[in-house]
């Protein structure tokens, strides 16, 4: 049995499914937040989940009572190994760990790691990280494998609700709106103010625009479609969508955060995008990695200031000016790799 953890968002959880998918849900079982997304998510894959409780804003007291927590739930459950995929919540779980001896290992996605990765670097036995430069700002005594950042192999089945249905399946090319899990506040703006510059495009539109951004503009309704004259719906605003491999499939270019899975979600499809990283995330990462992605091809970087500037003729523009991508990620056997070579590495004691 092998414990997974990961922060609250999609972008920590979904590595983490990837790899619980390769192990099998009777090989693992996941430790969850009680009060975020992450529970939610992988109850929805169908894996076990231990939820404990971390309170960030006790701040020492928070983490001691979910180390406590933590620290209960490993010596119950005895798990062979801990697999940690960043974010602040996975910190009491890897002390707890480190505690009863058992073997760390540490997912990274970004190219500069994480702040809670970088301080348990110490702790793992093994950090797997997507990209090759990480390496540099991490101990140099710890062993760093670039193996790449695990895509799930299979998708919760969503099909599109009937009524937005068509403009998945329309003749005109789709334009895929994702924010992350989260959704992204200037993205949902640029969307909703210029909805008659996109109807007077060619393009449809599906605009996941993660549930507190969607609620606050639409109420409690499922979707909001926007038709153009005819009565075609032609936009399709959405609280979220679990289903993205049909979404991916259908897209003809994604506008898109640049969080690292949603980056090797989009080179696993092969889906071409503009990536408008956020501003404020922590230590820049969003910039250096949507950098990397554009200088691979497949991808344009606008900042989210010029992005809200911008007329959609000319977010068209820079789609259509988007380079081939020059090295496709091979994202198929990462989370077999990875997995594999965690079981070579605790193969004493399994």
């Given at each position: 049995?092998?414990a997974?953890?990961?922060?609250g968002?999609?972008g920590?959880?979904y590595p983490?499914?990837a790899?619980?998918?390769?192990?099998?849900g009777?090989?693992c079982f996941?430790?969850t937040s009680?009060d975020r997304v992450?529970?939610e998510?992988v109850?929805?894959?169908?894996?076990?989940?231990?939820?404990?409780a971390?309170?960030?804003?006790?701040?020492?007291?928070?983490l001691?009572?979910?180390i406590?927590?933590?620290?209960s739930?490993l010596?119950t459950?005895?798990p062979?190994?801990?697999?940690?995929?960043?974010?602040?919540?996975?910190?009491?779980?890897?002390?707890?760990?480190?505690w009863q001896?058992?073997?760390?290992?540490?997912?990274?996605q970004?190219i500069?790691?994480?702040?809670?990765?970088?301080?348990?670097?110490?702790?793992?036995?093994?950090i797997?990280t997507?990209f090759t430069?990480s390496s540099?700002?991490?101990p140099k005594?710890?062993q760093v494998?670039?193996?790449?950042n695990?895509v799930?192999?299979?998708?919760?089945?969503?099909p599109?609700?009937?009524?937005?249905?068509p403009?998945?399946?329309s003749?005109?090319?789709m334009m895929?709106?994702?924010?992350?899990?989260q959704?992204a506040a200037?993205?949902?703006r640029?969307?909703?103010e210029?909805?008659?510059e996109?109807l007077?495009?060619?393009w449809n539109?599906?605009?996941?625009?993660?549930?507190?951004?969607?609620?606050?503009?639409?109420?409690?309704?499922?979707?909001?479609l926007v038709?153009?004259e005819?009565?075609?719906?032609?936009?399709?605003?959405?609280?979220?969508?679990?289903g993205?491999?049909?979404?991916?499939r259908?897209?003809?270019?994604?506008?898109?955060?640049a969080g690292?899975?949603t980056?090797?979600?989009l080179r696993?499809?092969?889906l071409?995008?503009?990536l408008?990283?956020?501003?404020?995330a922590?230590?820049?990462?969003q910039?250096?990695n949507?950098e990397?992605?554009?200088?691979?091809?497949?991808?344009?970087?606008i900042?989210?200031a010029?992005?809200?500037?911008?007329?959609?003729?000319?977010l068209?523009?820079r789609?259509?000016?988007i380079?081939?991508i020059?090295f496709?990620?091979?994202?198929?056997?990462?989370a077999?790799q990875?997995?594999?070579d965690?079981?070579?590495?605790?193969?004493?004691?399994?």
């Amino acid at each position: 049995m092998i414990a997974l953890c990961g922060g609250g968002t999609g972008g920590h959880i979904y590595p983490a499914i990837a790899l619980a998918q390769e192990l099998g849900g009777e090989n693992c079982f996941f430790i969850t937040s009680q009060d975020r997304v992450d529970s939610e998510i992988v109850r929805r894959y169908g894996f076990q989940t231990v939820p404990i409780a971390f309170n960030k804003k006790r701040k020492m007291w928070g983490l001691f009572a979910a180390i406590r927590q933590a620290n209960s739930v490993l010596k119950t459950r005895q798990p062979r190994a801990v697999i940690a995929t960043g974010g602040y919540f996975t910190l009491p779980v890897i002390i707890a760990a480190e505690w009863q001896k058992i073997p760390i290992f540490i997912l990274e996605q970004n190219i500069l790691p994480g702040r809670v990765n970088r301080l348990a670097a110490r702790f793992a036995r093994v950090i797997y990280t997507a990209f090759t430069e990480s390496s540099r700002f991490l101990p140099k005594k710890v062993q760093v494998k670039p193996l790449g950042n695990p895509v799930r192999s299979t998708y919760v089945s969503e099909p599109p609700a009937a009524d937005w249905r068509p403009i998945v399946e329309s003749n005109r090319p789709m334009m895929l709106v994702i924010g992350g899990s989260q959704g992204a506040a200037a993205l949902n703006r640029y969307i909703i103010e210029r909805k008659s510059e996109f109807l007077a495009s060619d393009w449809n539109v599906v605009h996941l625009m993660g549930q507190g951004g969607y609620h606050k503009e639409f109420g409690d309704t499922p979707f909001s479609l926007v038709s153009d004259e005819s009565g075609t719906p032609r936009v399709a605003h959405l609280p979220y969508f679990e289903g993205m491999d049909l979404l991916y499939r259908h897209a003809k270019v994604a506008i898109a955060r640049a969080g690292a899975t949603t980056l090797a979600e989009l080179r696993h499809f092969q889906l071409p995008a503009v990536l408008v990283p956020f501003p404020f995330a922590k230590d820049d990462h969003q910039r250096i990695n949507a950098e990397v992605a554009e200088a691979q091809g497949g991808a344009t970087v606008i900042s989210e200031a010029d992005l809200l500037k911008l007329p959609v003729p000319g977010l068209i523009a820079r789609i259509h000016g988007i380079s081939p991508i020059e090295f496709p990620e091979n994202t198929e056997g990462v989370a077999k790799q990875i997995v594999a070579d965690i079981r070579k590495e605790i193969r004493p004691v399994i």
